[in-house]
């Protein structure tokens, strides 16, 4: 199901640029609008926000980040709760799963235009009983999921699953989809989705937000060892990062010794999955 704010980006795809982003959720089976902060067309001229409605998604712009010691690696560019925030209901066990939408569907139809990259899933306890007001900020950030190179690699030149996001996936349903740690102790927390687009120098990170409300018998939290933060859990100098200074695209940099595996370095910490 296509949300609102969806339908107003493809009526501004013309204009904007070839990004992109989360535009809506289905979170325990059930689907989520998401929201934008702003875009700006080709000119960089400021185009109005798209109405607001209500929403689990932090605010977010579809330009990528550059910068991993950015305030922006935290949630995106402005990255704070809408108005209207709302946090989406999801049994610990169950599944999320983040739908991603280019801006422009005419160049690229039905396709993510980024291909070479990871895909991440992070998240972090608000404190208290709500997410808004809750800037992410601290070791808080643990992550929970993350896919890199699909089976028919035969290098990390790919191809990635990151290339497939607009595509059907196992379940037939495009996007990413992860399940929430069944142990984890209920509560409000955000999740973060990121894309890492590495056939770029430096990296361009693409991230998004959203409100959950954990539910469940859980007791589990995620130790020290788990936990990292936004930014700070990333240096230029990791290594899976830091073959972004090579071209891995078609009719890029020669082959280079360090592309000849199918096990990519993840950065950030280990995936935690207390069960």
Same mark, same amino acid.
């Given at each position: 199901?296509?949300?609102?704010?969806?339908?107003?980006?493809?009526?501004?795809?013309?204009?904007?640029?070839?990004?992109?982003?989360?535009?809506?959720?289905?979170?325990?089976?059930?689907?989520?609008?998401?929201?934008?902060?702003?875009?700006?067309?080709?000119? !960089?001229?400021?185009?109005?926000?798209?109405?607001?409605?209500?929403?689990?998604?932090?605010?977010?712009?579809?330009?990528?980040?550059?910068?991993?010691?950015?305030?922006?690696?935290?949630?995106?560019?402005?990255?704070?709760?809408?108005?209207?925030?709302?946090?989406?209901?999801?049994?610990?066990? !169950?599944?999320?799963?983040?739908?991603?939408?280019?801006?422009?569907?005419?160049?690229?139809?039905?396709?993510?235009?980024?291909?070479?990259?990871?895909?991440?899933?992070?998240?972090?306890?608000?404190?208290?009983?709500?997410?808004?007001?809750?800037?992410?900020s601290g070791d808080v950030w643990f992550k929970i999921g993350q896919v890199g190179?699909?089976?028919?690699?035969?290098?990390?030149?790919?191809?990635?699953?990151?290339?497939?996001?607009?595509?059907?996936? /196992?379940?037939?349903?495009?996007?990413?989809?992860?399940?929430?740690?069944?142990?984890?102790?209920?509560?409000?927390?955000?999740?973060?989705h990121e894309v890492i687009m590495l056939a770029s120098r430096p990296p361009q990170?693409?991230?998004?937000? /959203?409100?959950?409300?954990?539910?469940?018998?859980?007791?589990?939290?995620?130790?020290?060892?788990?936990?990292?933060?936004?930014?700070?859990?990333?240096?230029?100098?990791?290594?899976?990062?830091?073959?972004?200074?090579?071209?891995?695209?078609?009719?890029?940099?020669?082959?280079?010794?360090e592309w000849n595996t199918t096990e990519y370095p993840f950065p950030g910490p280990?995936?935690?999955?207390?069960?």
């Amino acid at each position: 199901m296509k949300s609102q704010v969806l339908a107003s980006l493809v009526v501004l795809a013309s204009t904007v640029a070839a990004h992109g982003g989360v535009c809506h959720y289905t979170v325990d089976g059930a689907e989520y609008n998401g929201t934008l902060w702003h875009l700006w067309d080709l000119e !960089n001229n400021p185009i109005p926000d798209p109405p607001q409605v209500p929403s689990i998604q932090r605010r977010w712009d579809f330009n990528p980040v550059f910068d991993v010691t950015s305030g922006n690696m935290t949630c995106n560019w402005d990255g704070t709760a809408t108005a209207s925030s709302i946090h989406a209901p999801i049994h610990a066990g !169950n599944n999320i799963t983040a739908h991603w939408d280019n801006f422009m569907p005419d160049v690229f139809p039905n396709v993510w235009p980024h291909s070479i990259g990871p895909i991440l899933a992070y998240m972090a306890a608000c404190p208290g009983d709500s997410c808004e007001g809750f800037d992410g900020s601290g070791d808080v950030w643990f992550k929970i999921g993350q896919v890199g190179l699909s089976p028919e690699a035969e290098d990390l030149r790919g191809p990635w699953k990151q290339g497939g996001l607009l595509q059907p996936g /196992a379940d037939g349903t495009p996007g990413y989809t992860v399940a929430i740690p069944k142990n984890l102790k209920s509560g409000k927390y955000l999740i973060r989705h990121e894309v890492i687009m590495l056939a770029s120098r430096p990296p361009q990170f693409y991230i998004e937000c /959203a409100q959950l409300s954990i539910t469940g018998n859980g007791t589990a939290s995620p130790s020290g060892d788990y936990l990292a933060s936004f930014p700070g859990a990333y240096k230029d100098e990791d290594p899976g990062l830091a073959m972004s200074q090579w071209w891995m695209g078609p009719g890029g940099s020669p082959f280079q010794p360090e592309w000849n595996t199918t096990e990519y370095p993840f950065p950030g910490p280990e995936v935690w999955s207390e069960q």
